[in-house]
């Protein structure tokens, strides 16, 4: 057996002599007479060696420059040092242990001491050591599991979009890259490692608001149309919103920052984002970072309507305004880390992040920061948490399968809706798993795990399942497990079960939502426009108003009281809304501070939107909220939504324009006062043609 290797450091021969008889029995020694040959032994040597005995008073560089030189060069997380010096003063014994000396011992040596003190260092590093190898593949098997979690949820909402899978991988490495950098230039935003794995993670659930988009938007290879767009900016609001009617979670950090991620990462920094209209570091950092993470990959990737620019375009577009506003520290470490990120994502995988993660781990626990054990509860803990938020987020049935032993661990909810149990030991002889599954589906799921390779892990299966007295078709979802020895073997797979006909029906759920405008709960644009149509195309002959509503001011309203007070102006404004007109009438949020009334009426028209108008100007916590309005008849400008938005967007830019808190029916002559505008070169601060 090999003997593990000490270096001894002294410029006496004698203490060099001496110690080495007392210790080469047992071990393999080196000898170093001062600092600057230790320092040379350990650059060429350092991973065979097990521990330095180092003198402290020597020529040319004594032990404290040793125990400097083992800092700066990290030797010191891996070597430990025990001090041999006659010298014994507090100061001396002190700044020993600030630069990582393990122990101290005293000349005159006496051979019992030295023994006993050499093994004992040794035993406890070979100690932390083995508890960190431990530390790091329990912690190892919990990241992997989350990853594939990942990969599981992200094809689920992938299910209907037309983005590569690597999109979430990307946006997530980015993301990590990004504000990792972004620490090291400014403390402005007190991230910590545990904030940016968190963030990182967080990332992948950006887009989930995509579930409830119709896909012949979501992969349309041409241009969108104004209606389309709009409708695919609702994904920000509808993601956020999936979140924030979660039954359980709601006060984890993952979800508050996924929240925020969902709902902000379309915001940009000088304020003309969506859908909130934020500006600068009134968006949370992690929703920033996204947002340029999410442009970046975009530009990058191939999509159905158009190929890929090369990294270097894609720098260029983003740092140069073409893409949008971004916070000028994020583009900053875009740009002078360009060559670093481009590394980064072309050799970057998950495999990778849980490395670099275990490394960050290995080297806190080695420097005693923190205390691994501490740590490493709480990572665990972190890992339970988002296995079970995933589970909740797909609410699909969650399960693992390993080999050896034989055992399937389904999720308490899946166990339940199953009628099974959470762990099931020998499930080819479990009673009630086999009524679920059946002889068929077992044997199919089987040999298709047994078919996957490293290369190509997952399997995909439309099966039948037998529960609660009936049948009903499920698909299942599984990522094989692989070992990383030479010659992989397989040990089990991850897993989820989704009813197809629940998920149809949550899919209904979501589209309805998306009409709905989540803060107010009144109908978006779109949905309005599509009612409003059929209303007219329905009832030809009737009296039709389309009304134009914009809060006063508002932006003022927020810069003062705050985007918080902001949100309950608009809420407040939508139940005045509702409670001015009739069920059978429609009230929108089109965006922003804008809102519109479409209504049908057979009395004096001018009365109504005069009541209507002062039910809209109303006091918010004492403080005083007022409207502009612009009115269109259907009987002036035809039976058309665009003729009505249009002639109403006008008469709402004249009530404005003439001191706001008014409102105004439209009539011909404000064609004639804007055409005039524009000519005059004032047509920059007329509504949209």
Same mark, same amino acid.
């Given at each position: ?26 071990? /393999? ?15 060429? %040597? ?26 700066? @060069? ?66 190892? *098997? ?6 594939? +979690? ?12 037309? *983005? ?28 910590? +490692? ?31 149309? @104004? ?48 859908? #909130? ?58 740009? *002078? ?6 590394? !980064? ?105 047994? @078919? ?31 070992? #990383? ?31 709905? /405008? ?20 329905? @009832? ?12 006063? /001011? ?17 809420? %407040? ?30 009395? /004096? ?37 665009? !003729? ?25 002559? +404000? ?19």
């Amino acid at each position: 057996m090999q003997k593990e290797k000490i270096l001894i450091v002294d410029d006496s021969e004698m203490n060099r002599s001496i110690l080495a008889d007392m210790l080469m029995d047992d071990y /393999d020694i080196i000898e170093a007479e001062d600092g600057v040959e230790a320092v040379a032994i350990l650059r060429k %040597q350092v991973s065979e060696l097990s521990l330095v005995l180092l003198d402290i008073v020597m020529p040319r560089m004594d032990g404290f420059g040793v125990l400097e030189a083992m800092n700066q @060069n990290r030797w010191i997380e891996s070597v430990p040092v025990v001090i041999i010096s006659a010298e014994n003063s507090p100061s001396q014994v002190e700044r020993a242990y600030e630069l990582g000396g393990t122990d101290f011992i005293m000349r005159p040596f006496d051979a019992l001491i030295v023994r006993r003190r050499v093994v004992n260092t040794l035993l406890l590093y070979a100690k932390q050591k083995r508890l960190i190898s431990m530390v790091e593949e329990q912690v190892y *098997e919990k990241e992997r599991h989350s990853d594939l +979690m990942i990969d599981i949820l992200s094809h689920i909402m992938e299910f209907r979009n037309g *983005e590569s899978g690597l999109h979430i991988l990307h946006v997530r490495t980015l993301t990590d890259f990004l504000l990792t950098r972004l620490t090291e230039r400014t403390d402005r935003y007190h991230l910590t +490692m545990a904030d940016i794995a968190l963030i990182s993670t967080a990332s992948a659930l950006h887009d989930i608001g995509k579930m409830a988009i119709d896909e012949k938007i979501l992969n349309k290879p041409g241009r969108l149309t @104004n209606e389309e767009f709009a409708i695919m900016k609702t994904h920000s609001t509808i993601g956020a919103g999936m979140l924030s009617d979660l039954p359980v979670h709601q006060e984890e950090p993952l979800v508050k920052i996924a929240y925020q991620i969902c709902r902000w990462h379309h915001e940009r920094w000088d304020g003309r984002g969506y859908p #909130d209209g934020l500006a600068g570091d009134d968006i949370p950092i992690s929703a920033q970072v996204v947002a340029l993470a999410d442009v970046y990959d975009a530009l990058t990737s191939q999509r159905v309507y158009k190929p890929p620019f090369t990294h270097e375009k894609a720098v260029e577009m983003i740092v140069g305004g073409e893409c949008g506003a971004f916070n000028p520290l994020l583009l900053e470490c875009l740009k *002078e880390n360009a060559g670093e990120l481009l590394t !980064a994502l072309e050799a970057d995988s998950s495999e990778d992040i849980r490395r670099r993660k275990l490394r960050g781990i290995s080297d806190e626990a080695l420097r005693g920061e923190g205390g691994a054990s501490q740590r490493t509860l709480r990572l665990l803990d972190k890992e339970r948490m988002r296995n079970s938020f995933y589970a909740s987020m797909s609410e699909a049935i969650q399960f693992e399968y390993t080999v050896s032993p034989a055992m399937i661990t389904v999720s308490a909810w899946g166990a339940k809706k199953l009628g099974v149990d959470e762990i099931i030991m020998d499930p080819l002889r479990d009673e009630r798993l086999q009524g679920v599954l059946g002889d068929s589906v077992w044997e199919q799921l089987s040999r298709r795990l047994r @078919n996957t390779t490293p290369s190509s892990p997952e399997v995909r299966l439309d099966c039948p399942l037998h529960y609660d007295g009936a049948t009903r078709w499920h698909r299942v979802i599984m990522r094989a497990l692989w070992s #990383d020895d030479i010659h992989p073997q397989f040990e089990g797979a991850l897993g989820t079960v989704m009813d197809i006909h629940e998920a149809h029906q949550k899919m209904q759920e979501l589209e309805q939502k998306a009409s709905k /405008d989540l803060l107010t709960g009144l109908l978006n644009r779109a949905s309005a426009k599509e009612q409003i149509e059929l209303r007219m195309q329905d @009832n030809p002959d009737s009296h039709f108003a389309l009304a134009e509503v914009d809060i006063d /001011d508002f932006k003022k309203i927020n810069d003062v009281y705050g985007h918080m007070f902001g949100d309950q102006v608009l809420q %407040q404004l939508a139940r005045q809304m509702k409670g001015s007109v009739r069920r059978s009438d429609i009230c929108c949020r089109a965006g922003g501070e804008e809102f519109f009334l479409f209504l049908e009426y057979n009395t /004096d028209i001018e009365k109504t939107i005069d009541r209507i108008y002062k039910r809209l100007c109303f006091t918010c916590e004492d403080r005083p909220v007022t409207v502009s309005m612009g009115v269109a008849l259907g009987e002036t400008v035809g039976l058309s939504y665009e !003729a009505l938005y249009h002639a109403a967007d006008l008469a709402l830019y004249t009530a404005k324009r003439s001191g706001k808190r008014q409102y105004r029916f439209y009539d011909k002559t +404000m064609e004639e006062t804007l055409s005039t505008m524009s000519d005059a070169g004032t047509g920059g601060d007329a509504p949209p043609q």
